[in-house]
């Protein structure tokens, strides 16, 4: 069938990627809840393993995915620490929202 | 399908891995020894490690240079100095912290394993022959920070400065990640010298370079977005402006030992990254990124001056000074040239004396449950400790860059580097900027020698090894200021991989 | 190119229009007889009582963080398994190199283990 490539292009991966890091960049800039501006970061640095992955497979090597396999494992130590001071914020003040924890100046 | 064994070259990393060792023995000794008398051996064995850490990396000194580790680490003079530099840093957040600690009645043991995990964090950050050990190092480091960035017994401040941190620098952290898949995607490699290679370079230590496109062949249009990003990323971690915002606060709501640490060590780390990415792997593009970068110092350096003006609290006002000096150290950067390699780690050797200098005086004046950080605090400080205000005042005079201190020497060889790449109105820029600056550094310096002391204050006992951090660094202020010829050599020695 | 999503496209439009027939069809010929217990959301043979969200007890968060870093470690036991097999062709010079190395990463697994099993992290009853 004409227009049939076997493989989707890296440029659509790229493209996708390239979306789904402006959509948590936005959450990040828009929402005040501080657990929604940290899922939005996890969704930037998914983004870019989406990227990373694309370009592996366009050198037809390995690197790309190894890198990705570090950038899960970075990641989970952020969520762990980052749940952790949400969570003791939460405790002291009953809110995450970013607003309400804003009383140094800037 | 056969593997040939990786060549483990340990040596090249033994700083490293006795830091590792040296904050897993704290981890350890913590759990067996929970109690708050147990806290002076803990700081005592981190020093030990920091010392046995230093020493190997002095007597790598002569070690011929390579890359070890499948290329992903570069074991070099320039590590080694960062490594040492980093080092004294760690030990001196430790004699700020066990002090300060104590008085707040506030001691986790945690505070110390968590101080070497981000200086191994800062070392790798330095060492890094790869974009993938770059980010490991920034995320170790940062990582660590988001907590000890949180960590005091008042519960407000602290834990805003965390959220702030942590939301921010995780933000920056994505931002880093996506440059260098960009730059992975348009060189094939992710190694610093064969990225240099493929954009053609002169070698250096260059790795195998499997993978990667033939010079020449470089999608030049997604490397430049992914060398943007690389800026943002890395420029927050050195507070340059405009990714800036949190520094002020941060630094305000942070324990003092670990405001001190950040605003050098990470500072110096952050800068180390950039002079690497920048100077081995993108050289060859220079002529495009020196302008984006010198216009991100101008600015930087007269906001950072501006703003500071306007402070009353003095971390806050070191806060904002510290941005300014980023913008001098950025100058370095900018004149892509082996003279502003050598006097950015010259100045960042002069900016941890002088800092770490200024710290330990508001260290050694606050006192438990107050910090004391009001600059109307130093009024009359001169006719009652008298020896701490003539330090404090080498160390304003020395960050406004008064000769003979070290702050002049090291704006001197900055800003000649800058001229000799012929950045003429940068240089003019970073002058006037820091001449302005000259006027709230004074402003400490007369509150303490020209205005009476507001209250009577009840002497306290003075805390021996934060004035003895503080007297050696004023020594090492105008030591340095008046002979700069040896570390100027050593920096010199340091950056011979930049041509 | 605009036709290497028609299969992804049919297939979507296929599962909505099951989804949206099962619904219709129950409605059109199921009979009905609503007592209370019947119309109440199921809940394990709870009662269902308050709503979903509230707050859960912060041992859940710990215990969950704690879950969430040992959950990923074990990524990097992926790439090494599918290595192991074409190292064990190489002699036992290469299967040592391979059990030192998860000897030493297991070892720092264990000791953040031993840390958090001595700070009671995972106690429930604290």
Redesign the interface.
Known sequence: ?P???EV?PTEAYLGLSAVLFGIGALGVVLRKSALTMFMSIELMLNAVNLSLVAFGRQFGRLDGQ?IV?FV??V???E??VG??II?DIY?SRRSVDIDDASWLRG | ???A?PALDWWAIAPMLVLVLTG?AT??AE?VRGDDAGRAPLAWLTVAGASVSGGIALGQWDDPARLAFSDMVSSDRFTLFFTVLFLVVTCVTVLFAFEQLRREDFHPGEFYPLLAFSTIGMVLMAAAADLVITFIGVELLSICLYILVGFSRRRREPEESAIKYLLLGSFASAFLLYGIALVYGSTGTTSLACVGRALGAPGGLVGACEGAVATGSVATGMLLAGIGLLVVGLGFKAALVPFHSWAPDVYEGAPTAITAFMSVGVKAAAFAALLRVFLVAFPTLAPDWSVLLAVVATVTMVTGNTVALFQRNIKRMLGYSSIAHAGYLLVAIVAASHAGAASLLFYAVGYAAMNLGAFAIVVVLGRAGEERVAISDYAGLSQRQPLLAALMATFMFALAGVPPTVGFVGKFYVFSAAVDAGYVWLALAGLASSVASAYYYLRVVYQMYMVDPKEVVASHSPHRWVSLVATVAGFAVIALGVFPGGIIGVATASTSFVR | ????FVPILIQALVAIIIAVGVIVIAHLIGSRNPTPAKLAPYECGMSPVGQAWRRFP?KF?LT???F??F???V??F??WAA?LR??R??GS??VL?ALGEMAVFVG?LA?GY??IL??RALEWEA
């Open positions: 069938m227009g049939f490539p989707v190894v396999f899960m494992a990641a989970a130590a969520v762990a749940l952790a969570v405790r | 399908m056969t593997f064994l897993c981890l350890v759990l | 190119m605009a036709f290497d912060i968060f969950a963080m704690l969430v870093l959950d990923i470690e990524i990097f992926v790439p290595v074409h190292l062709a190489g010079e290469y190199f720092f000791l031993v840390y001595k700070k």
